[in-house]
């Protein structure tokens, strides 16, 4: 189809991922050498489908024939509304993920947790090291045993980047001096490790 096809992605930040100066480079490099377009600070703020346009703010408009969107990131209601979720996410300890109310313990998306003047991405695998942290913080609890917890920020994401070749960006946020993002691949190496990783969490959590 590429031939065939224009794709554009657009995106509000001045790179793929602000946190990442490195990987974002490369994302770049590989998104242009398969004359996919990147539009930079192009923030969409709304969708005209009677006209299938885009508008974006402080840009002209867009059209487009298929419109493939991520809705705008937010905390459900019942959050924003409790005292724990201040201005919308809720701040957590970083080391033990336990929010301002004693054994109240806040994991995944709806969580604040600053990285300079970054935070931890939204991003499944930080979800689900965060759930093995609090596990085992109330299990230190619960049988006064004291095995260390320490949330690091620290997960894999991966990137398809078609044709059987797989990307993986390692992260690790708050276990070293400095942030770590790195990007390895793409290469065909990484493909049974994602559908190992799928198999994996398929088997674990839809049983
Ligand atoms: C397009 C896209 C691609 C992504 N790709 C990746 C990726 O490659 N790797 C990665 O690691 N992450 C990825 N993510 C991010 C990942 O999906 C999220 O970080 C992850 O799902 C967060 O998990 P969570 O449990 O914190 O929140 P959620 O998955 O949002 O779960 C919260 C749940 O709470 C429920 N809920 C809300 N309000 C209430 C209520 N009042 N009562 C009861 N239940 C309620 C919701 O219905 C929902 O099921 C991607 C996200 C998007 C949008």
Redesign the pocket.
């Known amino acids: 189809m590429q031939d065939t096809i224009e794709l554009i992605i657009l995106i509000p930040e001045p790179v793929p991922l602000p946190i990442a100066q490195e990987a974002s480079v490369e994302i770049e490099r590989r998104l242009a050498a398969r004359d996919i377009e990147l539009l930079k600070q192009h923030k969409v703020i709304e969708i005209k489908p009677d006209t299938k346009k885009a508008i974006i703010e402080a840009k002209d408009p867009l059209g487009y024939d298929l419109f493939v969107g991520?809705p705008i990131h937010k905390t459900?209601?019942?959050v924003r509304e409790s005292v724990l979720g201040q201005h919308g996410w809720i701040p957590v300890n970083k080391v033990n993920l336990e929010t301002s109310l004693e054994n109240v313990y806040a994991?995944?998306?709806?969580t604040k947790i600053p990285v300079g003047k970054f935070a931890v991405p939204?991003?499944?695998?930080f979800?689900e090291t965060g759930a093995r942290v609090v596990v085992n913080d109330i299990l230190n609890k619960i049988y006064s045993e004291n095995n260390p917890v320490k949330f690091e920020g620290m997960?894999s994401?991966?990137l398809e980047f078609g044709a059987g070749q797989v990307a993986k960006l390692n992260a690790n946020f708050l276990g070293k001096a400095q942030p770590e993002v790195r990007l390895d691949g793409p290469s065909a190496e990484f493909r049974p490790d994602k559908q190992n990783f799928e198999k994996d969490r398929i088997a674990k959590w839809f049983k």
Do not use: I, T
């Open positions: 991520v459900p209601q019942v994991v995944g998306d709806v939204k991003a499944g695998a979800a997960g994401c991966y």
